[in-house]
């Protein structure tokens, strides 16, 4: 599976973005999806996770209220809706897709992942 992120760029805080992230293939649609974040120097952290047919969904504190993930499994495509932005949301946003159908929060568990869209947030 091959991911495609796009939607990333630079906006002032309190400003939004919506990013995207399209798989090459439909194997995704029976696959827990996810976004993930890394700032130059930090550890790669969880953002937010959503289950086969979006039965579940899971964020981070630090995004709970302001992002909103979501998949339109026709396209192969899930999207992380974000609002609200503050400059500590910088980072490369990287999307992976799970080895089942749940939505985990821990990286282990992604087995694909994209090559990420980068994120800047001016104050």
């Known amino acids: 599976v091959q991911l495609q992120a796009s939607g990333g760029g630079l906006v002032q805080a309190g400003g939004s973005l919506r990013l995207s992230c399209a798989a090459s293939?439909?194997?995704?649609?029976?696959?827990?999806m996810a976004w993930f974040r890394q700032a130059p120097g930090k550890e790669r952290e969880f953002v937010a996770s959503?289950?086969?047919?979006?039965?579940?969904?899971y964020y981070a504190d630090s995004v709970k209220g302001r992002f909103t993930i979501s998949r339109d499994d026709a396209k192969n495509t899930v999207y992380l809706q974000m609002s609200s932005l503050k400059p500590e949301d910088t980072a490369l946003y990287l999307c992976a897709v799970a080895r089942t159908a749940a939505a985990p929060t821990q990286r282990e568990a992604y087995n694909y992942w994209g090559q990420g869209t980068q994120v800047t947030v001016s104050s």
């Open positions: 293939r439909r194997t995704s649609s029976n696959n827990g």
């Open positions: 959503i289950s086969w047919r979006a039965f579940s969904t």
